[in-house]
């Protein structure tokens, strides 16, 4: 039967010359390339050699297993319900509101290396004005100024202060179960008066992250009280980007004055583990407060 196991080895390597002549994954072209930002756009993202991560579980019952999680934005801007189409594409939303201009497609497969299109997708405004943005009143935006660490596993703090630049600050190892507090403060307002308060930031994860809570609280009292305004994992069912990208804006109800110093903080807090503790990096780019009136 020798004949059998040379035909089957000749077959396999037939099978796998065929896999190498797809080629390394990468990214072709976004569908529809351009849409206006007054409203979700439905795209499709074509891709070469673009699949799920196989792998196996070894234990007593062992069996195949697939990781299908595809993160994508367009710059730092997350796409919303990006999703692995069985010929190789993804399907995702493209969120409104995104300023009218050219962007960079990013893909995050499972495998874990980044893909990249340039200038990929153009936004445009909703009849060629100012994207929609013109009413939006008196406005003012602020980058954390300082911070405080409660807590083990950080890694380069000031990194995270100040606008967006790339580099960023760390929280590492099983901080979300131990409860680790990370608090940002910010300068004084140029405004004076009631506000409307929305937060954002420039965040990212990689390594073990599962499904540990982690919450976003902020408090117009110098973190006297606090408000949870996002939640990750838990029964959320929201998981962290996997590349850099911007999350919120998060409305916070609880700053309704334009601030002075530190009155104005917002913080990322461990909230425990959920199952086994989850081993992971919190990367920081930037926290940004936007007040309006």
Known sequence: ??????????????????????????????????????????????????????????????????????????????LQQ?????NGDLSAIVPPGLPPRP??????????????????YRVLPP??????????GTCATLYASSQVVVGPNHNNGDLALGPPDGMAGVLTGQWAANRTTWTFSFDPSSLSGTVTARVSSVLWVSGGYVDDRVVLE?????GQTWTQIAQWGGDSGITFPTLRAVVGPFFAPNITMAPGLGQAQVRIRGDGAVGPRDGFMLFVDAVELDLCQ
């Open 103 to 120: 962007y960079d497609l990013h893909v995050m497969p499972p495998g874990g290396e980044l893909l990249t299109l340039p200038q990929a």
């Open 127 to 136: 009849g060629g004005g100012d994207g929609g943005l013109g009413d939006a």
């Open 218 to 222: 902020s408090s117009g009292d110098s």
């Open 1 to 78: 039967m020798r004949w059998v196991g040379t035909a089957l080895l000749v077959f396999g390597l037939g099978v796998l010359a065929v896999r190498c002549d797809d080629g390394s994954p990468a990214l072709q072209a976004v569908e529809p390339s351009s849409g206006p930002n007054d409203r979700a756009v439905a795209v499709v993202i074509h891709a070469r050699a673009l699949a799920p991560l196989v792998g196996v579980d070894v234990g007593c019952n062992g069996h195949a297993t697939a990781n299908a999680h595809f993160d994508a934005t367009l710059d730092t801007y997350l």
């Open 82 to 86: 990006v999703t692995w189409q069985s």
